[in-house]
């Protein structure tokens, strides 16, 4: 059972996805946020498998509230189009995933699930939208260089960062798909990285991917 907090300020939206989740056999929604503070609450009391995040909410937004709780729980952010600026500080902040409102109802219960499971959720619509806040960016800090990731990972990570899929991946440098995801789990272990998120941050902040690229 993937137990599941939902953190929004809008009680419409809130109950929606509420009542969505728990029509769900392997889904139960074990609380609900009004406000980021009340999400870092609920989320430090029931320890989730995974937070539905709003972005903007009263007392303490989700950028904030994700960064607290990210040692205890999986976040997906539920974002709009006009909050794109907040993707990168998310991701910083230790998001997982992001979704839009507009999400289609099944796309909104397998992202859970696909979160829950320990994978980043990032399509490439906020993908390249990430991109283009990289690219409005001041000058970014590094973080640690590439040392020891050989020049076939750094493909692969420059790929990631572009919003392909695995299966794209492997279309693109002609390998199996088993290869792929050999060179990704090298990739995580040696960027210390915990997702694909982490990957798409780790690429832009290591110089590997210029921002205007």
């Not at 989700?62 to 997906?76: C, P, Q, Y």
């Not at 839009?100 to 993908?127: M, Q």
């Not at 020891?148 to 750094?154: A, D, M, P, Q, Y």
């Amino acid at each position: 059972m993937i137990r599941v907090v939902v953190a929004d300020d809008q009680a419409l939206i809130r109950g929606s996805f509420t009542v969505l989740v728990d029509s769900e056999p392997d889904l139960t929604v074990v609380g609900e946020a009004a406000t980021g503070a009340e999400a870092v609450a609920v989320a430090l009391e029931q320890q989730p498998d995974v937070v539905l995040m709003d972005v903007r909410m009263p007392e303490m937004d989700g950028i904030e509230a994700t960064r607290r709780i990210k040692d205890v729980s999986r976040v997906l952010v539920v974002t709009m189009f006009d909050l794109d600026a907040y993707v990168y500080d998310a991701l910083r902040a230790g998001a997982s995933g992001f979704l839009l409102k507009d999400t289609p109802p099944a796309d909104l219960l397998s992202a859970v699930r696909v979160v829950a499971r320990g994978e980043a959720l990032l399509a490439p619509a906020v993908t390249r939208r990430l991109i283009e806040e990289f690219t409005r960016a001041p000058v970014l800090p590094r973080v640690k260089g590439l040392n020891g990731v050989t020049e076939r990972e750094k493909e692969v990570l420059m790929l990631i960062a572009r919003g392909l899929s695995n299966n794209e991946i492997a279309a693109h440098l002609q390998v199996s798909l088993a290869t792929v995801k050999t060179h990704i789990t090298r990739l995580l272990a040696k960027l210390e990285a915990r997702d694909r998120a982490q990957l798409v941050i780790a690429a832009y902040e290591s110089g590997l991917v210029a921002a205007s690229g």
